[in-house]
């Protein structure tokens, strides 16, 4: 107890970094995360499935930030927003893009993505997703811990309003139906993805199955590679699909798989959210290099308030191509390599550890090369003792809308679930 007291007694004195590393202790209540996950009895047994088959999903403890890096994160966003609305810009970027993306119907993209590392200037925005999953989930972590003494209580401020989150999400959905079919009434929602029930988030997706037919629509998991595209409709089996909640990694479907879902995203017969519009707008991950490119900013009409809030929160980020090869290779222990379209940290790789057959890889890959922001430290308490594990947060933003900030512990290179102690974390508020 003393020792918590110490971190408590430093951590308001310094800032929010320093409870990270100071406070091992766990704070999650598992009782209270099955009550959360099992609200409903048709998920009953959901805790004790995922503790099983996805013993790394939730870390067993909480991470901090100060309210000031909270509104850095909003101000990065709130410019990555601007941007993505001038003209200039939206020509660029489309412009490169598969022909797919010029399709606009409307809506602007669900659980938007926003990662970013707490680094020493600030937070720095790393990449964006268009597909972000885990806000259910975090959600429900979140509102399953407990402070782990009195002198913590003032510490658990959340980032978003967990009392009214199903709320703020379904919103969200039906938002995004009105921009594509105004009033019209909305029947029937499929939550899409290849191979649904293999993937690591399924959970998640049952989760959403009774979100959605708590608001009155129904709702069913779908194999992306199973609908049909007939009679001027999208069909799941028998079913008429009016809404995708598309969590497909295909993110221009461009697979002969996803052909039917693509035919009636471009005949604008389904509205799909995510779509691959937002993803050319926001989430390719060229586009970094552009957020950082000071001349190309101002020759785009961007504000000098906006580019300097661009230039500090985001890591200079360069195209990686064969005329800078021999550059970035002397450089390569200061940077990070990201394939432009890639996702979930999927061949992703630090500098200082590639080997010449992998640059060479890289250099035909269409790869990025963002200079490299250490992660932050989280300590937590596990089977190993007390150990330091690295982080990021994901911000989940509709519009230019923070709803939640969650964090990701993990050890390596990247983000991962394979992490002992690590996973899914919430993030909460030091008052400081």
């Known amino acids: 107890m003393e020792q918590v007291k110490e971190a408590i007694r430093i951590a308001h004195q310094v800032s929010a970094e320093s409870l990270n590393r100071a406070c091992a202790c766990r704070t999650l209540n598992p009782e209270k995360l099955r009550r959360q996950l099992e609200a409903e009895p048709s998920l009953a047994g959901l805790f004790d499935e995922i503790a099983a088959s996805r013993p790394h999903l939730f870390s067993s403890t909480a991470v901090f930030m100060s309210p000031q890096q909270l509104g850095q994160i909003k101000a990065v966003i709130a410019a ?43 937070p720095q925005l790393i990449e964006i997703n268009t597909n972000a999953g885990g806000a259910l989930l975090n959600t429900a972590l979140a509102r399953a811990q407990q402070a782990c003494c009195a002198e913590m209580e003032a510490l658990y401020q959340a980032t978003g309003d967990l009392s009214q989150a199903e709320w703020t999400f379904w919103s969200m959905f039906a938002e995004e139906w009105r921009l ?22 399924y959970p998640e997706f049952q989760l959403f199955v009774r ?60 509205v799909v959210t995510p779509h691959p519009h937002a993803h050319a707008l926001y989430a390719d991950k060229r586009n970094l290099a552009m957020l950082t490119d000071a ?40 940077l990070f390599f990201k394939p432009s379209h890639g996702f979930g940290s999927k061949a992703a790789y630090r500098g200082d550890k590639l080997t010449r057959r992998v640059w060479e890889e890289i250099v035909a890959g269409n790869y990025v090369a ?14 190993q003792g007390q150990v330091g594990l690295k982080l990021d947060v994901r911000a989940y933003v509709y519009k230019d809308n923070v709803q939640l900030v969650a964090a990701r512990l993990y050890e390596g290179q990247t983000t991962n679930f394979r992490t002992s102690g690590g996973g899914f974390a919430p993030v909460f508020l030091a008052p400081l």
């Open 295 to 334: 001349a190309l900013l101002e020759q785009l009409g961007v504000d000098a308030d906006t580019r300097a809030i661009l230039q500090a929160g985001v890591p200079r980020t360069e195209l990686v191509t064969p005329e800078h090869a021999d550059d970035l290779w002397t450089r390569r222990r200061h």
């Open 80 to 122: 990555v927003e601007k941007l993505a609305h001038l003209p200039a810009y939206r020509n660029l970027v489309l412009a490169r893009a598969p022909a797919i993306a010029a399709a606009e119907h409307g809506p602007r993209s669900v659980f938007m993505g926003y990662d970013f590392h707490l680094g020493e200037n600030g």
């Open 370 to 383: 963002q200079a490299l922001v250490p992660p932050s430290v989280r300590l937590i308490s596990c089977e």
């Open 180 to 201: 594509q079919r105004g009033s019209a009434p909305l029947s029937r929602i499929a939550i899409v993805d290849d191979a649904p029930t293999e993937q690591y988030l």
């Open 211 to 270: 979100l959605f037919e708590r608001f009155g629509i129904e709702a069913v998991v779908a194999d992306a590679r199973t609908l049909e595209w007939r009679d001027g409709r999208l069909w799941h089996q028998d079913l008429p699909i009016d809404m995708v909640y598309n969590r497909v990694t295909d993110f221009y479907l461009q697979d002969a798989s996803h052909d039917a879902l693509r035919c009636a995203y471009e005949a604008g017969a389904v």
